[in-house]
């Protein structure tokens, strides 16, 4: 080591041409350094961090033996990509992590040529990979397509169907799986990095090209054993008889963390003419940094924290968590009715069935990221006279829509969907969003859609939800912590599409729909004071809605303005529709609607966010000023408007 250079050699890689130029047996130094940064990045800004400890060595090697980013390197999800960033000329931004005007959490085509496709929901990599692939066969242009898939995520069916498909790609689609939690492995050493460099070299691939020319000359009935028992042969001593039935050469397991291993196979598969390939690593989460091993959770994502202790800064105490609160709410219910179930799809702590499933482990299902799979079970459930709950976060619910109309809608099942995450969800930005949950659930015949203004509502609706029999309901709310209102002794079943008044006046009228409900209260002080005295209603329901209690409000008030965390589409869309059916619209009535804007947010802090859509106190007022054509000096005489 006397002949490394005495400046830290992460100074002097801002890009992996830079890396390329280093000696192999620099690379260890190298990620410890890139290790060391890592830690001391999301100590500052918070983030993850367990993942992207996990695949240091990995980072390092793609990027020193591949030729990136000619060759498009795609990491599913993208939680364990801050290392990736630091080495692709982002280090010197990398505590600007999930911050306002900063870097993204995840991989984002805007930022780098490096992030070839932007990720934050799992299982896509492979397709996309295969996409690259395939477009640069076609157009007779160098380049791979390497996919970066981790155990958890190669549980969603997405990821076997686009393996299904991959085989016209050839040698130019590699699939490297991080294996780091489901222990798919067995132990990994010596004899077994041995193998992987075998079957992964050249001369092992040629003989393997040559056997197979040779067996096609061959009956057919000796060529199937001949390929059967060379793929059995390799799976009894390496595993992967899985991937060779999906069409893939599979090469591993080998030790993620151990350079000298992965990159002469990685090697062998850059320049290897089989294909396509799947290299299994097994690596650690939290690798290198002792509190982090030591977590249950590996720090999958963490506060902000001393890098010296590992402990956490905690957020001052104040009210629960809304998913805790509905995990609360949902074991009393399970108490009363034995047919209440639970279902998620990998994010257990994140929606509060945790708490169920200690409570009732026997009824509480996690099935991993298989939103589809959870969606169409708890219709299976329901259709078998079971009472099943639904949770999960509006932005993955998404991907189980076809589901939710065809499995759930059209038989009107009983499925109850509690759906977290509604809104802006602030750090995790535009991929984690709930924006759209309204729009794509109201448009659906029998559907019932509630949204509660405060923890206290949310108790309310899940006890509505666990009593609602007659179709398929789902209750929005958003993440953190609730607004501090007194939790109930006792549940209330509310009654289907009637909302409430919280504060009446007489010429203004804001239409609330779910946690906006604050800002709303806050913007009705600001008008009191200017001599407009306003109503505040809670509608509770975008679906059914309110008809008759938004039609007096409409009809008994100057101007009317709904507000709601989601998108066009949403309440405001179907209060107009309403007052177009009924032809309020003809009488003259100032009706104006605020919603998310047509974008896609970046990540800020929630306040900050919904301040920047036009969604807080100050935006209701200016909304209401506007649509009045407010003059503050008429008002001595009597007068709102100039």
């Given at each position: ?210 056997a197979k020319r040779v067996t096609r000359k061959l009956s057919r009935r000796l060529t ?29 397991p080998i030790d993620g963390h151990n350079l000298e291993h992965l990159i002469p196979v ?377």
């Open positions: 080591m006397a002949d490394l250079p005495s400046t830290p050699l992460l100074d002097t890689v801002d890009t992996p041409d830079d890396l390329r130029k280093l000696k192999p047996q620099q690379l260890r130094q190298l990620a410890d350094e890139l290790r060391a940064e890592t830690i001391s990045a999301v100590g500052s800004t918070g983030g993850h961090l367990g993942s992207g400890l996990g695949v240091v060595e990995l980072t390092v090697a793609i990027h020193y033996v591949f030729n990136t980013p000619d060759d498009r390197l795609i990491w599913d999800v993208g939680h364990q990509c801050y290392p990736h960033k630091i080495l692709t000329g982002r280090r010197d931004r990398i505590r600007t992590l999930r911050q306002g005007g900063g870097l993204s959490g995840f991989t984002k085509r805007s930022e780098s040529e490096y992030d070839p496709f932007g990720a934050a929901h799992s299982s896509t990599s492979i397709s996309a990979a295969l996409g690259f692939a395939i477009a640069n066969k076609l157009a007779g242009t160098p380049g791979k397509g390497i996919a970066v898939i981790g155990d958890g995520a190669m549980s969603a069916g997405m990821a076997y169907e686009a393996m299904n498909n991959a085989e016209a790609a050839g040698n130019r689609l590699v699939v490297i799986l991080n294996d780091n939690d489901m222990s798919i492995a067995p132990p990994v050493g010596g004899l077994s990095a041995y193998l992987a460099r075998v079957v992964s070299s050249s001369e092992y691939m040629g003989l393997r090209s040559l199937s054993m001949a390929g059967k028992t060379e793929e059995f042969a390799r799976g009894m001593v390496t595993g992967g008889t899985l991937f060779e039935e999906l069409g893939f050469y599979y090469v591993g990685l090697e062998n598969v850059r320049d290897a003419e089989e294909g396509p390939i799947l290299v299994h690593v097994v690596t650690k989460k939290g690798k290198g940094y002792a509190p982090a091993e030591a977590a249950a959770d590996k720090y999958h994502g963490v506060q902000k924290f001393d890098v010296i202790t590992g402990a956490q800064a905690k957020a001052p105490p104040g009210p629960p968590q809304y998913q805790n609160v509905f995990g609360d709410a949902l074991i009393e219910e399970a108490k009363r009715d034995e047919k209440i179930v639970a279902i998620t799809a990998a994010m257990p702590s994140g929606t509060g069935v945790d708490r169920f499933a200690k409570a009732f482990p026997d009824r509480a299902f996690d099935v991993g990221i298989a939103e589809q799979h959870a969606v169409t079970f708890a219709a299976g459930l329901a259709a078998q006279g079971m009472r099943p709950f639904c949770a999960i976060y509006s932005t993955f619910l998404q991907r189980a829509y076809d589901q939710v109309v065809h499995d759930v809608a059209i038989q009107n099942l009983p499925v109850r969907f509690a759906i977290d995450r509604a809104g802006l969800v602030g750090a995790d930005g535009a991929t984690h969003a709930g924006s759209f949950d309204v729009t794509y659930l109201a448009t659906l015949p029998n559907f019932v859609v509630m949204a509660p203004a405060d923890e206290a509502e949310l108790v309310h609706m899940t006890h509505t939800a666990a009593l609602h029999d007659s179709g398929p309901i789902a209750l929005r709310y958003p993440r953190g912590n609730g607004v501090g209102v007194e939790l109930p002794a006792a549940p209330q079943r509310l009654e289907i599409g009637k909302g409430r008044i919280v504060r009446e006046g007489k010429t203004v009228a804001i239409l609330s729909l779910g946690t906006r409900l604050g800002e709303a209260l806050k913007a009705a002080e600001t008008l009191e004071a200017k001599g407009l005295s306003t109503t505040v209603a809670d509608l509770r329901f975008a679906k059914p809605l309110d008809e008759e209690l938004i039609r007096r409000l409409l009809t008994s008030h100057e101007v009317a303005v709904t507000i709601e965390e989601g998108a066009v589409g949403g309440l405001g869309a179907h209060v107009l529709t309403m007052a177009s059916d009924q032809g309020l619209i003809d009488a003259g009535l100032k009706l104006r609607t605020m919603r998310l804007p047509d974008i896609f947010q970046d990540q800020d802090k929630p306040e900050l966010q919904y301040a920047q859509a036009g969604l807080d106190a100050n935006a209701v007022v200016d909304t209401v000023l506007k649509a009045l054509r407010y003059n503050e000096a008429n008002v001595a005489d009597g007068g709102a408007r100039a």
